[in-house]
């Protein structure tokens, strides 16, 4: 602001030390006290200005000058605030030796790290298109709302402060193995029965007693909306204002790190004991019979077929057999396995082929060995992949900082499966701190229609998956291994070939009990019974003070976007997303709503998207809720830390820096179902609460000038949708030719005052 200073540098680096001629560079610019603090200078060093106090007046001690700096030397001009005055001999006027202040975790002055750095960003004036489109995409949003309502009330209330902070233990009992006896019988007291009374009608349960629980949209409604949904998503002027939006949002993350990038670098290494390796990553999105590596199960396999060989593990032929028989009708020996033979890394001819991949599940391709080692209900009862799994977890707390949500199967073949499952767990004490169970139910109806006799109509598949559910939370006592089985389940996942032509439904569906057709039903006639039936049992366990489920299940890797849509609307989170890169609104409405996206780059690369085109980078720079997972490390990972392959090929793919890294583990914490009791230890006590003030650095890393940041522009884009849908909705809008409107200037800042919270 008019304020000049001159400063005094060397002309070349040959004069460094030889003498030479001396320039007065002039510089006007405005700097914080009246002198410049923390200039970048050589290799993005910094140093402090240290004030000559033995002269009258104020100068400034000497350092190198930047290359750019030698070439006005030499052209004699720099631009309009900088010129260079008339050489003078060295002689006159003596060099002084550079006294450089290196920044350490000693001297930095924390308050001054975040320097108020602000741009304008001049909005285009809100013409009647703008609101059309805001107002469609907020009808789009309370449409969410009516499936989703409640998770979001109690977000709201929690992120409002009118709950206390997370207790140190979850109110229910977890299950662990010290609670079960050798024989299996359960030490404790379990909760007494209630006395609600269970109907099932139109494929959705109800509860009926002390207090009444029922699905609170019909799935003719939830037609109407999807179908409402689809038509925003299609129309050319929404997707030009999202695009735009989208556009922006990447602008300004850019912007944000060309600012203070190096500021969050600053942080970090300052922050003590904590890095990367050491922060708290949830692998959200892994499944459980491909959750080793190749190396693993080939090294198991061979220890099997040298101690145990003469167990007998499988009834073929109407004879029993042998691991050594098994063997010997392959025509194979220890000797003869390798990874080559074991062939379960997906390759070249998977891409596009989901059917291939799914023979990858087959080591040696043979579906004996599958069900031998990979199955949970088999001749041994599942006891290979139950060492196997307590192998796993032996390295899950051998790393201490990574977690796993491990996804089992239920197939609603018959209703004694969640017994089954539930014996497995408990029987083997498969238990870890580090792992939560999410139950995948594949969408193979018309499989089961021509496979098994007990499933004659899609309602008969739904009451096998969720009966056994709701019989547990009314009676624990009389299904003590489920209920503490479910103590540790924490969501639902619906898995199964997204690419495969599906029968669509967009008005008057049929009901589960009416369909009886060998065609499998639709995508998000699947998700939607799933939603209206966990809906119910989350009400009851809730009152009940159970555990709850969320809703997160496979979506968007390949298929229509009506799939998107349909999770959209009913979805706590979803695994993959990729699909989205195509619809601008999509990707802005899951943005406003920050509905989390586990997306696996490898899985992807191996079998619909080369990694370079995955648009996991564009995600996480618009803000999206993004984290990283590994699907099924058996089939695209190497090593024994699957998790740590996807964050440092990320890291080498996207030039991530060690910040950006644990901002996606941080967001991997957050979409996880662990309880809120362990997230706090994890992330910090406050969590839950937006921006900064839920962040703790001490144990995420994350610095709170970048979640600032997220936070500050997540409330931008929601007031700017509000405001522009409000105009719509009373009639102000702007013409486009009006010469009255002026733009409205918003102005992004990415100060904080303090990095100390009091």
């Known amino acids: 602001q008019g304020m000049s200073q001159s400063y005094l540098g060397w002309g070349g680096a040959e004069n460094d030390r030889k003498g030479g001629e001396r320039y007065d560079i002039e510089i006007k610019g ?13 290799q993005g060093e910094t140093i402090d200005w240290l004030p000559n106090e033995d002269e009258e007046t104020e100068s400034f001690q000497t350092v190198p000058v930047y290359p750019l700096l030698r070439h006005v030397s030499s052209v004699g001009e720099f631009n309009n605030d900088t010129s260079i005055t008339s050489p003078k001999p060295f002689a006159k006027v003596p060099l002084q030796e550079p006294q450089l202040k290196r920044i350490t975790a000693e001297n930095i002055p924390l308050e001054t790290i975040y320097t108020s750095q602000q741009f304008a960003v001049e909005e285009t004036p809100i013409t009647e298109e703008i609101a059309k489109a805001a107002a469609d995409l907020d009808k789009c949003i309370q449409r969410r709302l009516k499936y989703v309502g409640a998770t979001k009330q109690a977000q709201k209330a929690i992120w409002e402060g009118e709950r206390f902070p997370p207790s140190r233990s979850p109110p229910y009992l977890p299950f662990r193995p010290s609670r079960l006896t050798p024989e299996g019988v359960v030490e404790s007291d379990f909760p007494h029965s209630t006395d609600h ?22 799935c003719s409604d939830f037609y109407d909306d999807v179908r409402r949904t689809m038509k925003v998503i299609g129309t050319p002027s929404v997707n030009s204002f999202c695009s735009k939006r989208l556009l922006l949002l990447e602008a300004k993350f850019k912007m944000h790190l060309l600012l203070n990038e190096d500021k969050e670098i600053a942080i970090a290494k300052i922050n003590p004991h904590r890095d990367f390796y050491n922060v708290r990553k949830v692998d959200t999105h892994i499944h459980h019979s491909a959750s080793m590596h190749q190396k693993h199960l080939l090294r198991f396999i061979k220890k099997k077929l040298k101690v145990d060989r003469d167990r007998v593990v499988i009834f073929r032929d109407g004879k029993e057999l042998t691991l050594q028989e098994v063997f010997d009708s392959l025509r194979m020996t220890a000797y003869d396995l390798s990874l080559d033979m074991l062939d379960v890394h997906a390759d070249n001819s998977t891409l596009h082929r989901f059917d291939r991949f799914n023979l990858k599940y087959n080591p040696c391709g043979s579906s004996r060995l599958r069900e031998i080692f990979l199955k949970t209900d088999n001749m041994i009862d599942g006891l290979y992949l139950a060492q196997i799994t307590q192998e796993l977890f032996a390295d899950y707390q051998e790393s201490k900082y990574q977690m796993a949500e491990l996804r089992v199967s239920i197939y609603g073949r018959d209703k004694e499966e969640w017994n089954k499952l539930a014996k497995w767990i408990c029987d083997n004490n498969l238990y870890s701190d580090n792992n939560r169970w999410v139950i995948q139910i594949p969408r193979l109806y018309h499989v089961h229609k021509r496979t098994t006799s007990s499933i004659r109509v899609f309602s008969d598949m739904i009451q096998n998956v969720f009966e056994p559910l709701f019989k547990a939370t009314i009676s624990p006592e009389e299904y003590p291994q489920l209920h503490l089985f479910l103590q540790q389940v924490v969501a639902f996942d619906s898995v199964d070939d997204e690419s495969l032509g599906e029968r669509k439904i967009w008005k008057d569906p049929p009901t589960p009990d009416t369909w009886d057709s060998e065609d499998n039903l639709p995508y998000s006639y699947y998700i939607y019974m799933m939603w209206a039936n966990i809906h119910v049992l989350n009400q009851f366990r809730r009152e009940r003070g159970f555990s709850t489920f969320a809703l997160r299940p496979h979506c968007g890797e390949a298929g229509d976007l009506d799939h998107v849509v349909a999770a959209f609307l009913l979805a706590d989170g979803i695994n993959h997303g990729i699909t989205m890169r195509r619809s601008p609104s999509l990707q802005y409405l899951f943005y406003l709503e920050q509905i989390g996206l586990a997306v696996s780059p490898m899985s992807n690369n191996a079998l619909f998207l080369q990694y370079d085109r995955n648009p996991f980078d564009i995600y996480f720079k618009r803000g999206l809720n993004v984290s990283l997972s590994t699907d ?11 998790l740590l392959e996807e964050y440092g090929m990320a890291k080498q793919m996207f030039r991530y820096s060690n910040v950006d890294l644990c901002e996606i583990a941080r967001n991997s914490v957050l979409q996880s179902g ?27 890393n994350v610095p709170d000038l970048r979640l600032h940041f997220r936070h500050m522009t997540l409330e931008e884009e929601q007031s700017y949708v509000a405001e522009c849908a409000s105009k719509f909705y009373s009639g102000e809008t702007a013409r486009v030719h009006s010469p009255s409107i002026k733009p409205r200037a918003k102005t992004l800042t990415t100060e904080v005052p303090s990095l100390h919270k009091e």
């Open 30 to 42: 405005t700097f914080e006290n009246g002198s410049p603090r923390n200039i970048p200078i050589l």
């Open 197 to 218: 009374h269970l109907s099932f009608e139109h494929g959705v349960y109800s509860l009926s007693g002390s207090s009444n629980h029922s699905a609170p949209v019909s």
């Open 674 to 700: 662990f309880e809120d009791c362990v997230k706090s230890q994890w992330i910090g006590a406050n969590y839950y609460l937006p921006g900064p003030s839920g962040n703790d650095i001490s144990r995420t």
């Open 632 to 642: 099924d490390p058996l089939q695209f990972h190497m090593t024994k830390e699957p």
